[in-house]
Nanobody, 125 residues
Framework: QVQLVESGGGSVQAGGSLRLSCEAS????????MGWVRQAPGKEREGVVV???????RYGDFVNGGFTISKDNGKNTLYLEMNSLKPEDTAMYYC???????????????????WGQGTQVTVAS
């Protein structure tokens, strides 16, 4: 059974930082296209970042260097380091995966077949 479990969300003041984690089971993060997608209330989902099997990353246009994706293959875990957070970053953040690395290389918005349950990030002004 494939499962992605996010953690690390919470409430922070503007300018603060959070580190989201996504522990995978049933798949290997080293062999999948992995990424983070967010959805704010009343808005559509938007891709934050994707990480391909070869380590290639692609970030959403709104990301101005404050977010960094990484993974630990030994722990089978994906991370999203978020710094200099703004109120507009408030959203539910989802970890996602897809077996086709093509989606990490050529598709935007990113396409994923497997999703976590999400972790809430709230940034106060």
């Amino acid at each position: 059974q494939v499962q992605l479990v996010e953690s690390g969300g919470g409430s922070v003041q503007a300018g603060g930082s959070l580190r989201l984690s996504c522990e995978a089971s049933g798949i290997s993060v080293s062999n999948y296209c992995m990424g983070w997608v967010r959805q704010a209330p009343g808005k559509e989902r938007e891709g934050v970042v994707v990480l391909g099997r070869d380590g290639t990353t692609r970030y959403g246009d709104f990301v101005n260097g404050g977010f960094t994706i990484s993974k630990d293959n030994g722990k089978n875990t994906l991370y999203l380091e978020m710094n200099s957070l703004k109120p507009e970053d408030t959203a539910m953040y989802y970890c996602a995966a897809d077996q086709f690395d093509y989606h990490c290389r050529y598709t935007w918005p990113p396409v994923f077949s497997t999703w976590g349950q999400g972790t809430q990030v709230t940034v106060a002004s």
